[in-house]
């Protein structure tokens, strides 16, 4: 089991940038995928971005393509989410979550550990 902690969320206006950091407490991080998903309230979980075990393969979601990057520090066991051009549908509250194994998934189900989340809320 991976402990993940993430940080980085608070409110920022509409057009502003974020940087979110999830620390992952495992001697074995180049074991799993990682993903950051997104829950806004009476709203489903929904996939955000994910990258693979050795940072080369990334993946994203329709509404973040082009505003968010990935990206994963295997020195640190740390994964980062940069987001710019933020808008007020990017209200939420981000998880950072991981999945053993080399393939990255887009559905919540398949990660088995997840942190406890950090808001992001966007003004106008």
């Known amino acids: 089991q991976v402990q993940l902690v993430e940080s980085g969320g608070g409110l920022v206006q509409a057009g502003g940038s974020l940087r979110l950091a999830c620390d992952a407490s495992?001697?074995?991080?180049?074991?799993?995928?990682m993903a950051w998903f997104r829950q806004a309230p009476a709203k489903d979980r929904e996939f955000v971005s994910g990258?693979?075990?050795?940072?080369?393969?990334?993946k994203y979601g329709d509404s973040v393509k082009g505003r968010f990057t990935i990206s994963r520090d295997n020195a640190k066991n740390t994964v980062y989410l940069q987001m710019h051009n933020l808008n007020p549908e990017d209200t939420a509250v981000y998880y950072c979550a991981a999945r053993w194994g080399t393939e990255l998934s887009y559905e919540v189900a398949r990660y088995n550990d997840w942190g406890q989340g950090t808001q992001v809320t966007v003004s106008l």
């Open positions: 495992t001697p074995t991080f180049t074991s799993y995928a």
């Open positions: 990258v693979n075990w050795n940072g080369i393969i990334t």
